[in-house]
């Protein structure tokens, strides 16, 4: 499987790295946090380590570290602007339940 990202979520990262002026794409993972036991972790990634896995999706590189991808594989992700509000929402399936706040995940 690999990770994706909507058109509205690329939009946005080729966006960001071009006023950036630098970058080789968007970073995620995840650390042991929140309620629920597990949260994404979203940046810019400025370089691709030799345990990352790169997944190009809409023309964009989504660079996950080799600890994170059993959590992450088949994550799509999107960006979404709700009034002054814009955050990147997360549809993954290896997630079997989220905490109320929607800051963290679950998995078996």
Avoid: W
């Amino acid at each position: 499987m690999a990770i994706t990202l909507t058109e509205a979520a690329a939009g946005r990262v080729r966006e960001y790295l071009s006023a950036r002026g630098y970058g080789e794409g968007l970073r995620l993972g995840v650390k042991t946090t929140g309620c629920s036991g597990l949260a994404y972790v979203v940046d810019y990634a400025d370089k691709i380590g030799e345990k990352d896995s790169v997944h190009l999706s809409q023309g964009v590189n989504v660079i996950v570290d080799s600890d994170s991808m059993k959590y992450l594989d088949g994550t799509e992700i999107d960006y979404q602007v709700d009034g002054l509000s814009a955050v990147f929402k997360f549809k993954n399936p290896n997630s079997k339940d989220e905490c109320g706040c929607g800051e963290s995940f679950t998995v078996d």
